[in-house]
Structure formats: structure tokens, C-alpha cells
């Protein structure tokens, strides 16, 4: 029972221009939401985060829009820069929980 | 200064054997996680301690043990191995804050048995 869904695996940009990565998820008592960056060989990085009580979180170049009616969320990345090549994770908590829900991930590719 | 570090980085070994990955994290945080990527690249909790207690242990085999001897090292212990523990596995800490849920997450140890 996948809690947390990235139903694209794989997102191709043209440098420059602007990525958006896509999550939904199902569970309504997820009030804390995430995005994590991985590079091969390494471990997950923290992006951005935001809480239910927000709909938008924005950071330079990243921003984290929340829908919680459609229980979806998005990462926009613009510009998108070469460097932001990488495997995307969406992941969601209930506050106490001490748990993260993972997406299966989004390979975003930034072409020159 | 790494903030969380796993050693080792890769680990092959033959199905049987008794293997620990050994974890530390010296962000000061109170909570520390395993998690487990399978070949499916699906990201799951297997364990979490707070404070040296155990507080998740998501339906692991109990082959897993976790041994938590102060905050700031958490390290996993298998017993006979098996094939299908073959991933990688990651370990995590954050600051239980209530409404913030970040966790921070070493390199990972790639475990290969054979």
C-alpha cells in the first residue's frame, strides 16, 4: 500500500527552463511534507520542506506547493541548472510519527 | 565534518554470515533511523530510536538488530544473512521538534550477499 507517489520516474528538461516534480499521496493525517535530492552512490539530501498549514515554501530556485483537497504536491525547480540532474524523493510524516513515507522517485535530467 | 557517517561504505559477504553497519551522527540530534532501499529503489523505515529507545520497528526480521549505545550511534546488526538483504541501507537522525519531521541521512553501506 503505497502511501506516497511519484507516478513519473523519469523527467527530462531543457536547462534553463522549468522542472516540476510531482507527488500525491493518500493518507489525510500527513501534516509535514519533504523533498529530498539523491545523487548516485550518496545519500538522500534534504531540499525543501513544508507544513499543512502552508500551501506554498519557496527557497532561491526551489518552491514546494501544497494541495491538501487533492492531497498533492509539487516541486518546481527554475531555472533548472545542469547540477540539479538527480533522483527526486517526495516524503511525508504525521507529526509525533518519527517517520518518513517515501515516494519512489522522480530521475530528473537536465539537458544542456 | 560529516554530518552523518556509515561505515562501511560497501559490504559483500556470503549468505550465513553475521555483518554490522555502524552508524554516527554529530548534528547533536536525539533521533536516529535505519532505512532500507531495495532494488525497487523503495525507501523504508526499519527501525528508530529516541534518546537510546527504541520507539519504531517497522515488521523487521527479528535476524535484524539494532543496538543504540548513546545518542549519537545507532549501528545494525545482521544475523544469517540471506539473499534478499541485499540493498542499501541508510541511516538518518533529526531533532524531534514538533512540526518538523527533517531527517538527515548518511552516504549509505551497500550490502552485497552472495
Known amino acids: 500500500d503505497q502511501q506516497v507517489k511519484q507516478n513519473s520516474p523519469s523527467l527530462s528538461v531543457q536547462e534553463g527552463r522549468i522542472s516540476i516534480l510531482n507527488c500525491d499521496y493518500t493518507n489525510s493525517m500527513f501534516d509535514y511534507f519533504l523533498w529530498y535530492k539523491k545523487y548516485p552512490a550518496e545519500g538522500p539530501t534534504f531540499l525543501i520542506s513544508?507544513?499543512?498549514?502552508?500551501d506554498k515554501n519557496e527557497d532561491g530556485r526551489f518552491t514546494v506547493f501544497l494541495n491538501k483537497s487533492a492531497k498533492h504536491l509539487s516541486l518546481h525547480i527554475v531555472p533548472s541548472q545542469p547540477g540539479d540532474s538527480a533522483v527526486y524523493f517526495c516524503?511525508?510524516?504525521?507529526?509525533?510519527?518519527?517517520?518518513?513515507?517515501f515516494g519512489q522517485g522522480t530521475r530528473l535530467t537536465i539537458n544542456p | 565534518d560529516t554530518a552523518v557517517s556509515q561505515t562501511p561504505k560497501y559490504l559483500v559477504t556470503q549468505m550465513g554470515n553475521d555483518k554490522s553497519i555502524k552508524c554516527e551522527q554529530n548534528l547533536g540530534h536525539d533521533t536516529m533511523y535505519w532505512y532500507k532501499q531495495d532494488s525497487k529503489k523503495f525507501l523504508k523505515i526499519m527501525f528508530s530510536y529516541n534518546n537510546k529507545e527504541l520507539i519504531i520497528n517497522e515488521t523487521v526480521p527479528n535476524r535484524f538488530s539494532p543496538k543504540s549505545p548513546d545518542k549519537a550511534h545507532l549501528n545494525l546488526h545482521i544475523n544469517s544473512l540471506e539473499l534478499g538483504d541485499s540493498a542499501v541501507y541508510f541511516c538518518?537522525?533529526?531533532?524531534?521538534?514538533?512540526?518538523?519531521?527533517?531527517?538527515?541521512f548518511g552516504p549509505g553501506t551497500r550490502l552485497l550477499v552472495l
Open positions: 538518518a537522525s533529526s531533532q524531534r521538534s514538533p512540526g518538523t519531521e527533517t531527517q538527515y
Open positions: 516524503a511525508a510524516s504525521v507529526e509525533g510519527a518519527q517517520k518518513l513515507v
Open positions: 513544508i507544513s499543512s498549514i502552508k
